[in-house]
């Protein structure tokens, strides 16, 4: 069995310049103002859009990013809307074959230390699932069929395309302190990546620290 972190990689090429510039033409057909775009009128626009919540021009342009996380966290990221998703099959994925390494790989849960009994006690349990998973199939079981014993922790990896507007709601929610740890873990890095390569979308997005008790 393997532990890995979750993690992302964005798929789009992000051009700042052009981005905006495309949503500035989107933006201004509504106010019949092409005239005064300029080139550096576009990151000004798309801010007065952001800040008027005239948020469905941003609408026009999206963003993929392929999101590795574990299958519970998956479970909330497609909750989302409008989105589209394309996710590692359970159904299809033979675990025991050598393309997958001959185990299951599941994701280190970031909110026990590894020395801690809770987590030897998460770890013995991914285990004795993966045998299980692996007797099942040995005795005849379909992938689909022997699936129903692997765990929540069990890696996922799925490819999300949102237009701004969506990823802005899925930021303001997943970041947030009430969100569980996993998709935190995620949600957090991602955001203050885009935020430095596209701070007029992002960028009035706060992050708030965890009260210490």
């Known amino acids: 069995m393997k532990i890995i972190k979750a993690g992302y990689e ?3 090429p992000l051009n700042r310049k052009e981005i905006l510039k495309y949503l500035e033409i989107a933006g201004r057909t509504c106010y019949k103002s092409e005239d005064k775009i300029t080139d550096t009128s576009a990151s000004k626009f798309v801010r007065m ?19 590795t996380c574990d299958r519970g966290v998956s479970h ?3 909750r989302h809307r409008i989105a589209s998703y394309g996710q590692e099959s359970t159904r299809y ?13 599941v994701i280190e849960p970031c909110f026990w230390d590894k020395d801690s009994e809770v987590y030897k006690q998460w770890e013995m349990a991914c285990q004795q699932a ?8 040995k005795n005849g079981a379909t992938p689909e069929e022997a699936r129903s014993v692997l765990p929540n922790s ?6 999300v395309t949102m237009n701004m507007r969506s990823w802005r709601n899925f930021f303001k929610l997943r970041t947030a302190n009430d969100a569980h740890p996993q998709i935190r873990e995620v949600a957090r890095p991602l955001l203050a990546e885009l935020q430095q390569q596209l701070p007029e979308l992002f960028d009035d997005i706060t992050v708030e620290c965890e009260a210490i008790s």
């Open 10 to 12: 964005i798929m789009t």
């Open 49 to 67: 859009l952001v800040k008027l919540g005239h948020e469905a021009m941003i609408e026009h342009y999206n963003i993929t990013v392929k999101i």
């Open 76 to 78: 909330e990221i497609v």
């Open 93 to 105: 994925c033979n675990y025991s074959k050598n393309k997958f390494g001959n185990e299951i790989t």
């Open 130 to 137: 993966e045998q299980v998973y692996f007797n099942l199939l």
């Open 154 to 159: 069990l890696k996922t990896e799925i490819v």
